[in-house]
Structures are given as structure tokens and as C-alpha cells.
């Protein structure tokens, strides 16, 4: 079987996917910034406010896990247009409101575009880059998807400084309006409805398994959303995520024994998939834990504004695009076997040293700990992305990516909800109170950035020198357990990823190399492995 050259214009193809990815990564953060100035201009309340935010997160995880399999039946690129489009219409709509309940339902349907946008983007990759390239592409893409957290910060503080709080709407549609033009005139175009149907990419739709995977995935959600508020202890967390827990145990059995699963669980019998997407989650674990204490850190104890922030946060970044790069220049030489466990050995550095922190130190001991810490994640999951894409079968891009996906963000929303808990019962043990009126000890307890404020209108140093050894005690307890399960996780990928035997050499680029000069259709016989055609 042969297939011809990979599109000249494969790279331009993932520039619209990178711009795609970006707008849903620089929205996350900006609404984060802009969340005290809609708390003082439209008098949200702080659980109106906790759903702005947690309103995205719900239906972002919920409808994940079905939208890859759609994807896969009506075409990558219409349904990521419609999804674009969905954000879009949704931001404009976000301009208009005036009060905290339209907000939330705006954040909401975001949340719903962006679940469109995330695993189709990646669900295209594998079919319009070979294999030797892969790697790069998912690099670039993992860039996309989270240079959001620095940049966010950044260009939402200086919004919210120059206009009103609308404007952290307004600055997505140009963005938008660019995806779309570039998703529609520089990706190949979906195949016909009967070429789809001929490669089986036309099964019927599990609508049970949908609703089952949608209602299970929001217990979870849900339920670590309420855990800042109620602990853990609480019957209602605790029956909300037990239900979540049934409903994805029976999505199990429904999946098991339907004629067109929602999710092939047969992939997880595939290695490559399988340690793949435990790498995947147990880094998405601790990245969301570290970016749920550093800003507070950056913020509370060392000072500094939202931008200033967002700034500070650069040099995870610039770690992570160095690791994406010695990835993707190794991997092919040692396999995925060394490489992955030496990324999260190195993340697991990154986050140990950050957890030697203390109220001496500054800015330029985190700086070294973030740089670090962003070269494990580089390193870890590039390849630990590309053997999950590259494992999947050619008709089944995008319910693999929605699967990935949806684990990802369950255990990114897992990991803030444990680790905050473990940043809220450190910061408690330490901070001291005592001789406090009763309210003042209680905003005090809330928050470092309470105890800030409480301290500046008591002129009481003691307080806020105190607030600020507990908070850096409790994130050391955060950044401590984030790197214990980046071991467990780089034990588990030395003893279970696949060898670099298991991987196929990667001669394309010398064969493609080769054929300058020479005929076009000896150029097409190049051999054609699987999840190599274009969309």
C-alpha cells in the first residue's frame, strides 16, 4: 500500500491548530485576573465567582469524552470550526452581559467550544505529520497549550489597567476570527461522508454511553470543585463524587458489551496508549498543582501584580520549550523508555528544590526551580503524547484524543482539589492568629491573600510575616508531594513503556531526503504506516 509525500503545507496547517489551541490557553487565564474586578463591578459573590471559573472547568471536562468520536464521524475540521465558533459566539455574548449569573452561563458555553477545540486539534496531528515528525508537532502544540499560563496573566492585567472588565472578552474575538480563517483555508479538507463510511468512520452514535460518560465526569468535577468550600469530609463532596465514580463504572460495563462504544477500551491494552496516557495524567497532576501555589506565591508573598506575575511565570515556559526540543532530538536515538522517565526525574528535581523554599529566598531561587521544572515537563510529555498518537488506529484519531484529553483534565481538576487541600491544611498548622478580632483571624485563615489585607489595616507585621512562612510552608508540602508522584510515575515508565525496539526506525526523513529529483511516483512509494495520511 502506498501513500504519497506528506502536504508541503502541513506546517501551515499547524499554525492554525497552535492558533486554535492558544485561544482557549490565554482565555484560562485571563478571566482568573479578571475575577476581583467582576467581584467589585458586579457585585459577584464568591461562589458566584467560584463558578465563572468552575462553570468552564464542568462543561470543558463533561463534553470532552463524546467529542472526539463525532469528530471522527463528521470530520476533524468541520467540528473543530463549529467549536471555534462556538467560543467565539460565546465571547461576544460575554461582552454584553451585565450580571454574575449571565457571566457564568457565557463561561459555561466557552467551556463547551473549548471542549471541542482541545482534542481535535490534537486528534489532526497524527494524520497530517509522519511519524518522524510527530514529535515536533505535538512539541509545538504542548507549547500552544501552555504558554496561556504566563502570557494570560499578562495580557489581562494590562487589559483590566487600560479598559473595562469586558475587554478580557473582546481580546479573544480577533483571535477567533484568525483560527477560523486559518483552520478553514490552511487544513486539509475532511474526507466525504462516503469515504468515511467505507473506512467505518460512520458507526452508530452511543448516546447511552455519552450521557453516562458526561453525568460521571461532572460528579467528579463537581464534587473537587465544592472541596475548597465543604472538605472533603463533607456527605455532599463526598455522595457527589461516590455517584461520579458509579456512573464512570457503569459507562465501563455499557462500554463493554455496546456494538459502537463511545470509548474502545481495548486501547488500553495497548502499551503505547496505555503508559502514554498514565504519563500524561500523572504530568497534568502536577503541573495543575504547581500552577495552583506559584501565582499565589509570585502574587501574595513576593508582591508582585498580574502582570508582573505572568511575567515571572516565563522561565516554566522557556524550560518547557528547551525539554520539547531535546525530546524531540533524543527520542528517536534512545527511546521513549529513557527519555520519559528522565523527564519526570527532572521534574521531580524541579519541584524538590522548589520545596526547599523559604521566606528568604527570592525570586531567582524560583525562577531556577520553574526552569527546571518546565525542562521535566518538556521532556516527559512530548513523547509521552506522541506514543498515545501513535498508537492510534487511523479511523480512531479523535475518540483516542478525547479519551487522552478527558484523563488529562479529570486529573488536572483531581490534583488542584488534593493539592489545595494539602496547601490549605499546611497554611493552617502555621499561621498565627492569636490576639485577632474574630472576622480579621478568620479572612486571615481564608487566605494568604487575606491575611495580607488584614495585616495592612492592622499594621500588624507579625501577621503577615507569619501568613507568609505558613503559605510557603504549605505550597513546600504541595511541591513535595508533586514531585513524590513524579518518581512514582518515572518508576512506573522505566519498568512499563514500550522498548525503543517496540517503535518502528524513523528513516522517512532520509527516504523523503532522497527522492529530491526524482519522479513524483517513486516519491509516492514510500511506505505507509499507520495514522500517517492527511485529514
Known amino acids: 500500500m502506498t501513500t504519497p509525500p506528506p502536504s508541503p503545507r502541513r506546517w501551515w496547517g499547524l499554525g492554525a491548530l497552535v492558533l486554535s489551541v492558544l485561544v482557549i490557553s490565554l482565555d484560562g487565564t485571563i478571566i482568573n485576573v479578571a475575577l476581583p474586578t467582576l467581584s467589585q463591578e458586579l457585585g459577584a459573590s464568591n461562589t458566584q465567582l467560584q463558578w465563572i471559573s468552575g462553570g468552564y472547568l464542568l462543561t470543558f471536562a463533561a463534553v470532552m469524552l463524546p467529542i ?9 475540521k468541520k467540528l473543530l470550526l463549529v467549536g471555534i465558533t462556538i467560543f467565539g459566539a460565546s465571547s461576544v455574548a460575554g461582552i454584553l452581559v ?9 463561561r459555561a458555553l466557552m467551556g463547551v467550544g473549548a471542549a471541542m477545540i482541545m482534542p481535535l486539534t490534537m486528534a489532526i496531528l497524527p494524520k497530517m505529520f509522519p511519524k518522524d515528525e510527530l514529535d515536533k508537532a505535538v512539541g509545538s502544540w504542548t507549547a500552544a497549550a501552555s504558554i496561556g499560563m504566563p502570557i494570560g496573566p499578562l495580557v489581562g492585567g494590562w487589559l483590566l489597567n487600560h479598559f473595562w472588565w469586558g475587554s478580557v472578552f473582546v481580546f479573544n474575538i480577533p483571535v477567533v476570527v484568525a483560527a477560523l480563517v486559518a483552520v478553514a483555508f490552511l487544513l486539509p479538507a475532511d474526507p466525504t ?3 468515511r463510511a467505507a473506512a467505518g468512520r460512520a458507526p452508530a452514535f452511543d448516546g447511552l454511553g455519552a450521557l453516562l460518560g458526561a453525568l460521571g465526569i461532572t460528579g467528579l468535577v463537581y464534587g473537587s470543585i465544592l472541596v475548597p468550600e465543604d472538605g472533603w469530609g463533607s ?20 462500554e463493554r458489551t455496546a456494538s459502537s462504544p463511545l470509548v474502545d477500551l481495548g486501547l488500553f491494552g495497548n502499551r503505547k496508549f496505555l503508559w502514554g496516557t498514565v504519563v500524561a495524567t500523572f504530568v497534568n497532576f502536577c503541573i495543575m498543582g504547581i500552577l495552583f501555589v506559584v501565582p499565589q506565591y509570585l502574587a501574595s508573598v513576593l508582591g508582585n501584580s498580574a502582570f508582573g506575575t505572568g511575567l515571572r511565570l516565563l522561565p516554566l515556559i522557556g524550560g518547557l520549550v528547551v525539554g520539547a526540543q531535546l525530546a524531540e532530538a533524543f527520542v528517536a536515538r534512545i527511546g521513549p523508555r529513557v527519555i520519559i522517565p528522565l523527564g519526570l526525574l527532572v521534574l521531580a528535581g524541579g519541584t524538590l528544590l522548589g520545596a526547599q523554599s523559604s521566606t528568604a529566598d527570592g525570586y531567582g531561587f524560583a525562577a531556577l526551580w520553574l526552569t527546571v521544572t518546565g525542562a521535566g515537563f518538556g521532556l516527559a510529555i512530548v513523547p509521552g503524547t506522541s506514543m ?5 488506529p487511523e479511523e480512531g484519531t479523535g ?6 484529553e478527558t484523563l488529562q483534565q479529570v486529573g488536572g481538576v483531581l490534583g488542584v482539589a488534593g493539592l489545595g487541600s494539602l496547601l490549605s491544611s499546611g497554611y493552617l498548622a502555621r499561621i498565627s492568629t492569636g490576639g485577632l478580632p474574630d472576622d480579621a483571624a478568620q479572612v486571615a485563615r481564608d487566605s494568604v491573600t487575606g491575611a495580607n489585607g488584614v495585616a495592612e489595616q492592622l499594621k500588624d507585621p507579625g501577621l503577615l510575616a507569619s501568613a507568609h512562612s505558613a503559605f510557603i510552608h504549605g505550597s513546600n508540602l504541595v511541591l513535595t508531594a508533586c514531585g513524590v508522584v513524579a518518581v512514582l510515575a518515572a518508576v512506573l515508565a522505566a519498568a512499563f513503556v514500550p522498548p525503543k525496539s517496540a517503535f518502528p526506525e ?8 532522497g527522492q529530491k529529483g526524482k519522479p513524483s511516483h517513486e516519491a509516492a512509494a514510500l511506505p505507509q504506516e499507520q495514522g500517517e495520511s492527511l485529514v
Do not use: Q
Not at 472526539?68 to 476533524?76: A, T
Not at 475518540?399 to 487522552?404: K, V
Not at 524513523?506 to 531526503?513: A, I, L, M, V
Open 68 to 76: 472526539g468520536v463525532l469528530g471522527d464521524r463528521f470530520g476533524h
Open 98 to 106: 451585565d450580571d454574575p449569573g449571565s457571566v457564568i452561563t457565557v
Open 193 to 195: 461522508a462516503a469515504a
Open 235 to 254: 456527605v455532599k463532596v463526598l455522595g457527589t463524587l461516590g455517584a461520579g465514580v458509579l456512573l464512570l463504572i457503569a459507562l465501563v460495563f455499557r
Open 388 to 392: 498515545v498518537l501513535g498508537s492510534l
Open 399 to 404: 475518540a483516542g484524543s478525547s479519551l487522552l
Open 506 to 513: 524513523k528513516k522517512e526523513n532520509k527516504d523523503r531526503k
